[in-house]
């Protein structure tokens, strides 16, 4: 989340809902594919989404000291099953050259920029992509299993960068169509489907505004207990005398609001912004 214009924007006020898929026990079979959300784009490589190039890299307070995060905007903190391909013979080896396959980008109903990895156990003699859709690995009839790993992937538009960084979009597979995501790994815990989420304090004035020049404040670090990806807002509200970035830490911003300098409000925005620096 990016301050101050993000809280400022009306997106912050715009409750999310997430459509939630059906997945059987066993692991993803014909009640997914009976009660995914139907496509609505075109042909072709999945592009037009609503997503900012470059991703901004935004500065931070940790503790006191200065620290930089990606803003990939709101997201809903629920996980969305991704399909990665292994051998069935050897189920911790990666089949060579497969691309994951997802079943929803932005923009459709049940998307999450978190994936819960589901491994499908390809056999012998399987050709790497001649799979390239949910539909087509329930048909295939080879097993998928659910694991708990879950990664965060932000889908974008092909030619996205990153701002500050070199990092390229890895390739995957939307219902036949090529797409392009970050993989930004396994920072983020989820308790079934529900992510994990970690605080992060926007600041305000009394009126709503944001308090121009304030970065937002968090108190984890990725490898901290606690950390995650996925940030839920809290909104500091802030008296008139208030000069921005006076507060830089979260202890200092616990304190202040009990004693009732601040008022502090756990929202049920949830962005997500991994921290790089």
């Not at 709101?74 to 060579?96: E, G, Y």
């Not at 990664?151 to 979009?169: F, K, L, Q, Y």
């Not at 890895?170 to 993989?183: L, M």
């Not at 930004?184 to 992510?195: D, E, Q, T």
Request: negative net charge; glycine residues 10%.
């Amino acid at each position: 989340m990016e301050p101050p214009s993000a809280p400022q924007k009306s997106r912050m006020n715009v409750a999310l809902a997430a459509v939630a898929v059906v997945l059987l026990i066993a692991g993803l079979g014909i009640g997914y594919v009976l009660g995914r959300p139907a496509a609505t784009s075109p042909p072709g490589p999945v592009d037009g989404l609503s997503r900012p190039d470059p991703i901004p890299r935004v500065d931070g307070w940790y503790r006191n000291g200065s620290v930089s995060y990606l803003d990939y905007g709101l997201q809903p903190n629920i996980t969305a099953p991704i399909l990665v391909f292994f051998q069935a013979a050897s189920p911790d080896t990666m089949v060579p050259g497969q691309r994951n396959i997802i079943d929803t980008v932005p923009g459709q109903p049940g998307y999450s920029d978190f994936w819960r990895v589901y491994k499908v156990l390809a056999p012998a003699g399987y050709v790497a992509n001649s799979i390239r859709s949910f539909e087509a690995a329930v048909a295939s009839g080879y097993a998928i299993e659910e694991t708990h790993l879950v990664v965060n992937c932000p889908v974008v538009n092909p030619g996205t960068t990153i701002r500050g960084s070199a990092a390229a979009p890895v390739s995957g597979w939307y219902r036949d169509r090529e797409v392009v995501y970050f993989d930004h790994g396994m920072n983020s815990p989820a308790h079934g489907s529900i992510v994990d989420a970690a605080p992060i304090y926007a600041f305000f004035r009394m009126d709503g505004t944001a308090v121009s020049g304030q970065r937002n404040v968090i108190d984890v670090l990725p490898g901290d207990a606690g950390y995650s990806d996925l940030w839920r807002v809290v909104k500091v509200t802030v008296g008139a005398s208030y000069m921005a970035n006076d507060l830089r830490d979260a202890p200092s911003i616990l304190a202040a609001g009990a004693a009732g300098t601040i008022t502090l409000e756990t929202t049920d925005l949830f962005v997500n912004c991994p921290v790089v620096s």
